[in-house]
């Protein structure tokens, strides 16, 4: 491995080091540190919290929280929450405690995980552009000095602005495409900010909330890494960049041999979701996991979210009935009068707002269900392809050690 740079520091656990030495993978340089190129992606509800990101940064990948919703995690947070979203008359009573809430749960969920890190990898937090309290939970995690922020479902032009008082903090959004790159790097340059790295993340092979306008574009060439990666290298080239952004692929990595062809596109580092929520250290359910693990590419379906997007899960029974059932809920689509989850949930609610061609669900219900294993009323996102340990439940550990290995096998 080449010496350090000045100004890098090492924040590889050593035993990892040495497996990526001998991987012939190049390391992720971030923000001052010098990272494995694996990054855990954010997964909500629940599913990426501090057990999980923290244990991803103890081995020096870059583990990631998810914002949403994160007072589940905390008993005494859900009983002085419990029942006030549907206290008749009482939603913007129960909306701002509800919200103080969950801003207090990415607090302790921050500190937890940087306990858990032991000072090596990077933290990360994801929010939604997409839910109401977007701004806040950016501003509560730099406070609370998350390492980086990262940013999907909607374009976060707003970010560098949030962010102006924390320079220290890495802005990361995520989007599908070139132009999606060449727009966000051109609007942020102009409020003297650039992206510290950004995730192309792959609709046809990514899991939850895709990055596409509809279903019938999840196929689209253009978002094929073969193509998004070096376009996007050469804007960043031809629009005189000087310093380098890293570009991290996100969808379908399975292997060393994934990582390091992506690399010889010009990424510098992969996300993965699904083989990370199912590791022993994931912080949903052990019914949870067994449902992603156990899913085949043939047991997931395609659909419209409630947030407007193309979304992939895994055809449980809830979802086969929603989806069974779709036509008649559009064919009557109208505003609720009152929603039920006055709290931090979508801006925009496909069920809430009667929205015609969104999804007819309540999200929350769906993932906080599929958070506690209940297949029955559950929606489980997951990634395309099959995982690097089958169907068994490994480590943390276990998952980073293999996909550093030349040629270790993957299940069929």
């Known amino acids: 491995m080449p010496p350090l740079l000045p100004g890098v520091v090492d924040a590889i656990e050593p035993r990892l080091a040495m497996l990526l030495e001998r991987s012939g993978l190049a390391p992720l340089v971030l923000r001052g540190r010098r990272l494995l190129p694996i990054v855990q992606g954010g997964m909500g509800v629940g599913v990426s919290a501090h057990k999980l990101a923290g244990s991803v940064a103890a081995l020096g990948g870059v583990g990631t929280i998810s914002s949403v919703d994160l007072r589940r995690h905390h008993p005494d947070l859900m009983e002085r929450t419990q029942g006030l979203a549907t206290v008749p008359g009482g939603d913007a009573a129960a909306k701002a405690a509800i919200d103080a809430a969950n801003l207090e749960a990415i607090g302790r ?130 629009a005189g960049i000087e310093r380098e952004i890293p570009l991290i692929a996100a969808g379908g990595i399975r292997t060393q041999a994934d990582i390091a062809r992506l690399q010889s596109l010009g990424a510098a580092a992969v996300q ?85 061609g969104w999804g007819q669900f309540c999200i929350d219900n769906q993932l906080a269900a599929a958070l506690r294993g209940d297949v029955k009323k559950g929606l489980f996102f997951r990634g395309a392809g099959a995982l690097p340990f089958g169907d068994q439940i490994r480590s943390v550990r276990e998952l980073m050690e293999r996909l550093l290995t030349v040629n270790a096998a993957v299940p069929a």
């Open 109 to 238: 969920e921050i500190a937890l995980a940087r306990e858990r890190s032991q000072g090596r990898g990077l933290l990360a937090i994801n929010v939604m552009r997409a839910v109401a309290e977007y701004a806040a939970s950016v501003k509560k995690a730099l406070e609370c000095g998350i390492d980086a922020v990262v940013v999907g479902a909607g374009l976060p032009l707003d970010l560098p602005d949030l962010a102006a008082e924390h320079p220290q903090a890495a802005l990361v959004p995520i989007l599908s495409d070139a132009r999606g790159v060449q727009l966000i790097v051109k609007k942020w340059e102009r409020k003297k900010r650039l992206p510290d790295a950004i995730v192309i993340e792959h609709p046809r092979l990514a899991g939850g909330h895709l990055g596409a306008a509809k279903i019938a574009d999840l196929g689209d060439p253009r978002f094929d890494f073969e193509n998004v990666i070096p376009a996007s290298r050469e804007f960043l080239k031809s």
């Open 272 to 356: 993965l979701g699904t083989p990370f929520a199912v590791t022993e250290e994931g912080d949903a359910s052990d019914a949870f996991k067994q449902v992603l693990a156990g899913a085949r590419d043939e047991d997931m379906v395609e659909f419209t979210s409630v947030a407007g997007l193309p979304a992939r899960a895994v055809a449980t029974p809830w979802l086969r009935a929603y989806l069974k059932i779709e036509d008649r809920l559009q064919a009557v689509v109208h505003a609720k009068s009152r929603c039920t989850k006055a709290f931090d949930c979508l801006a925009q609610c496909g069920l809430r707002d009667g929205l015609k």
